[in-house]
């Protein structure tokens, strides 16, 4: 059984920086391109950021580019998020999701996300 | 890039049909197959109902389908059931590694 779950989500200040994981279990995960999509409040879904199956190329939404940096740790079977200089706007549930297959941009597994607050 | 454009809101009695719209643009739902839809019940996570325009995951009922034309993509839930109460959203490749969601319609069932 599939299984990803975040964690990392915390409240913090505007300017702070927070580390998101994403552990993930029930498939091989080395094969597969990892996506992180966040959801603020009471809206709709965004994109974040893309990682290659080894970390190779990465991607981001203009709205984090410059202050995110996406990572991955094969041997553990875990994806990161860094997250710096974070604003207000950024205050938002994350989820890590795999990519079934490269370049087809569709999620059929999802984690539980994690809470991220940035307010003062 | 902009989200995509999607009907606040729609509704239908039990056992009719609900088409939801997805408009984009060129460089994302028109000029891309990879058109998806998500349907999401409060406080749970998305679940993809369709990928790649008009193809369903396994468990998907075929109540379920979608389509695009030209900048505009659809789904259409046939045979509305109470537990299709949900939000639904779209997305769609946009080119340069970029994926870009829908604005969300809130689908009541009546």
């Known amino acids: 059984e599939v299984q990803l779950v975040e964690s990392g989500g915390v409240v913090v200040q505007p300017g702070g920086s927070l580390r998101l994981s ?28 893309l990682i290659s199956w080894d970390g190779g190329s990465t991607y981001y939404a203009d709205s984090v580019k410059g202050r995110f940096t996406i990572s991955r740790d094969n041997s553990k079977n875990s994806l990161y998020l860094q997250m710096n200089s974070l604003r207000a706007e950024d205050t938002a549930l994350y989820y890590c999701a795999p990519e079934p297959e490269s370049g087809s941009y569709h999620f059929d597994y999802w984690g539980q996300g994690t809470l991220v607050t940035v307010s003062s | ?91 769609s490749y946009a080119g340069s590694n970029n994926l870009i969601f829908g604005t969300g319609t809130k689908v009541t069932v009546l």
């Open chain 1, 22 to 49: 994403c552990a993930a279990s029930g498939f091989t995960f080395d094969d597969y391109a990892m996506h992180w999509v966040r959801q603020a409040p009471g809206k709709g879904l965004e994109w974040v950021s």
């Open chain 2, 1 to 91: 890039q902009s989200a995509l454009t999607q009907p606040p809101s729609a509704s239908g009695s039990p056992g009719q049909s609900v088409t939801i719209s997805c408009t984009g643009t060129s460089s994302d739902v028109g000029g891309y197959n990879y058109v998806s839809w998500y349907q999401q019940h409060p406080g749970k996570a998305p679940k993809l109902m369709i990928y790649e325009v008009s193809k369903r995951p396994s468990g998907v009922p075929d109540r379920f389908s979608g389509s695009k034309s030209g900048n505009t993509a659809s789904l259409t839930v046939s045979g509305l059931q109470a537990e299709d109460e949900a939000d639904y959203y779209c997305s």
